[in-house]
């Protein structure tokens, strides 16, 4: 039987096959990205936006950048037990998100990034998060930007990290829009969380009905969720549901992710079903940009982002 450090070694030796991606972005998106980076940083305010889905109160944080238009504006989707700022970045006093909302307004992208509830500061219990409970809490969002007067409502673009990747793929689908990244979005949902989770907790959690399970995570903290998430490990594809999306979509992944992996093979399967301009970005970073390093990985993800951002709403 593969244990998950054998299959890590397996990832590994088929990361070192040559030719199975390049780690650069088209010539247009990587010149884009310098000039990104090397442009000064102007004056933006952040303020705390609170909106209602289904009765509960969604908490976010809109970065909105000092401009004579309304700018365009991206939001952010955390992944896993995370929260609308994410992992703090050695360093700096600041979460991958956090970080990334800063960089994106100081260069004038405004950025709303919300906690899904039963996270951070929005209503409800964490034990009842379900995929389809975050797409619905993203696809609200995105109709508050769409109507948002500081904001420009014909140039919203996603960003989403891991599982707000799979969350991402599915609300791409809104019309209003315009552009899509995926940061090492969760594409086989059932495998990549039977790895993070354990297969026993997936085989107690899809008999568990409302009870709850609790799982331990690779590195030593527990989660506690209800049967409905592991339900939804099935049920979800976003790879089916990127081939309904048609707009621009950036994938973008690490060689040394080792919690969706392997790569890049696993981000390829967004473009494989995806119609429409796409690029698929593969870095030489671990899944959480080696935030726990440093923030120099953190800040070229926010300069790619805005780069592709800025390329494809304009």
Do not use: K
Not at 122 to 134: H, L, M, P, Y
Not at 242 to 249: E, K, M, R, S, V
């Amino acid at each position: 039987m593969l244990t998950r450090l054998s299959i890590t070694a397996l990832v590994a030796a088929l990361l070192a096959v040559p030719g199975l991606a390049s780690a650069q972005g088209s010539p247009a998106l990587d010149s884009a990205r310098q000039e990104l980076a090397s442009a000064p940083a102007g004056p933006y305010d952040e303020s705390v936006v609170i909106f209602e889905v289904e009765g509960d109160n969604v908490v976010g944080t809109l970065a909105l950048p000092e401009t004579d238009a309304p700018p365009p504006v991206a939001l952010l989707l955390h992944g896993f037990s995370g929260n609308r700022d994410e992992l703090p970045v050695t360093d700096t006093e600041e979460g991958v998100f956090q970080r990334t909302a800063r960089l994106l307004a100081e260069r004038g992208i405004a950025s709303l990034r919300i906690d899904f509830r039963g996270s951070g500061d929005s209503d409800g219990a964490w034990e009842d998060t379900t995929f389809t409970r975050q797409i619905t809490d993203a696809m609200a969002a995105i109709d508050l930007l769409a109507g948002h007067e500081a904001v420009d409502g014909d140039r919203i673009g996603l960003v989403g990290w891991s599982q707000g990747g799979l969350v991402a793929a599915t609300a791409a689908q809104h019309p209003s829009v315009a552009s899509t990244v995926l940061w090492a979005p969760a594409a086989t949902p059932a495998a990549n969380f039977t790895f993070l989770l354990g297969p026993e907790a997936i085989t107690e959690g899809l008999a568990a009905g409302d009870e709850i399970v609790t799982a331990e995570l690779p590195w030593g903290a527990t989660t506690n969720l209800r049967g409905g998430f592991f339900e939804e490990l099935f049920v979800v594809n976003p790879v089916a549901e990127i081939a309904a999306y048609d707009g621009p979509l950036l994938v973008i992944v690490g060689s040394r992710d080792t919690v969706v992996f392997p790569q890049p093979q696993s981000g390829a399967q967004f473009l494989r079903y995806h119609d429409g301009p796409e690029e698929l970005l593969l870095l030489d970073t671990d899944h959480v940009w080696d935030a726990f390093t440093g923030p120099d990985m953190v800040d070229q993800m926010a300069f790619w982002t805005g780069a592709w951002l800025g390329m494809t709403m304009d």
